[in-house]
């Protein structure tokens, strides 16, 4: 049976933390309030539920920083693929990412914490390749 998110088919689906940057004041404001003047110090990164449907990227985040044990989820990113404008991997600060950029202007970094997480990361951008050649 297929796993099913949205009412769509999931192809790829993993979990990851989000790079949060002080330095682009665009970029999740309340994360970076929390974090002071230290990069290190503050809440830990958001915990992200990333799923690639036939037809749409959806990123589900929570924070365990914010509500105990239990994370709760917060919000959630639905990207329809046509108006992804860019999918890549990036080296940045030693790390490795997942970059995406909407048709929207929005860009979002999120972490390739291992071997597996890069794989799926790599065939979540094959697939978005090949569905915008055609």
């Known amino acids: 049976m297929t796993a099913k998110y949205n009412e769509e088919n999931v192809l790829v689906s993993f979990t990851t933390h989000r790079k949060l940057s002080r330095t682009n004041l665009g970029t999740n404001m309340v994360a970076n309030s929390l974090l002071g ?6 809440p830990a990164p958001d915990l992200y539920t ?12 929570s924070r365990k920083s914010l509500h ?19 999918i890549e991997l990036v080296s940045k ?22 071997d597996t997480t890069r794989e799926l990361a790599l ?6 390749e090949n569905k915008k050649r055609k």
């Open 37 to 42: 003047h230290s990069r290190t110090s503050g």
């Open 50 to 61: 990333i799923y690639l449907t036939e037809e749409t990227f959806f990123a589900e985040y």
């Open 68 to 86: 105990g044990s239990m994370p709760k989820k917060v919000t959630k990113l639905d990207i329809p693929i046509e108006d992804i404008v860019n």
């Open 93 to 114: 600060d030693g790390d490795e990412f997942l970059h995406l950029r909407s048709d929207w202007g929005k860009e979002y970094l999120f972490n390739i914490e291992s």
């Open 123 to 128: 065939q979540m951008i094959e697939y978005i």
